[in-house]
Structures are given as C-alpha cells and as structure tokens.
C-alpha cells in the first residue's frame, strides 16, 4: 500500500559527493517528518538526517556541514546530498517516514529497503 524507495547509491571516492533519493508512493494521504539513517557493517542502524515539512532540519554530528537533507513536499520526496564523504561514511541508508494512509487517521512509520553507499580511500 505504501512504499519508500530509495535511489543514489554507488561507489565514489574519498572527498566525493553523492545524492540519495526516496520517494514514497502508495494511498497516501499526508508524509509528516522524513529523514535517513543507515547502517555501516558490524555497527546498529543510526540516524544521519531528518527533516519536517517545515523544513526544520536535525543532523547527526558526524555529517554536519557536510551533508544536507532536503525535502519535496509536492513529490513526496526526500533528498540527502553527500558531500566530502569519508571512507567511514560507507553503510546501507534507509530512508525512513512518518505517512498517514488514506486508509486510516494516524501516522505510521515506514522504512525503505536502503541502497549502499560505498566510499574508497
């Protein structure tokens, strides 16, 4: 009924940049906050960035000021552009939203299935 599907991924380079995509599609009624969080190998999943539909960002430390988390409203759209990236920065991202269903009153969370991310040194 809903789907987050995540886009972007690859491998790059030490000091390059990458922007991931997620659009969520479905019998959607209303998209409230959106963010990405992933997951490096043998490490719990963590929070990179999320965003509300006023636009009120929030940043893991880690990726401050070198990462920035966008949003389209009218696309249901999330965007992470990935600058300066770091061979630790490699892990599974997941895009991850709360969506309100036409089929019901209140928000669910939902995830993405992620798209990995790879960064070489």
């Known amino acids: 009924q809903v789907q987050l599907v995540e886009s972007g991924g690859g491998l790059v380079q030490a000091g390059g940049s990458l922007r991931l995509s997620c659009a969520a599609s479905?019998?959607?009624?209303?998209?409230?906050?959106m963010g990405w969080y992933r997951r490096a190998p043998g490490n719990q999943r963590e929070l990179v960035a999320t965003?509300?539909?006023?636009?009120?960002?929030n940043y893991a430390d880690s990726v401050k000021g070198r990462f920035t988390i966008s949003r389209d409203n009218a696309k249901n759209t999330v965007y992470l552009q990935m600058n300066s990236l770091k061979p630790e920065d490699t892990a599974v991202y997941y895009c991850?939203?709360?969506?309100?269903?036409?089929?019901?009153?209140?928000?669910?969370?939902?995830w993405g299935k992620g798209t990995l991310v790879t960064v070489s040194s």
């Open positions: 965003i509300t539909t006023g636009f009120t960002t």
């Open positions: 991850n939203a709360d969506l309100t269903t036409i089929l019901s009153d209140w928000s669910v969370n939902y």
């Open positions: 479905g019998i959607i009624r209303r998209v409230d906050n």
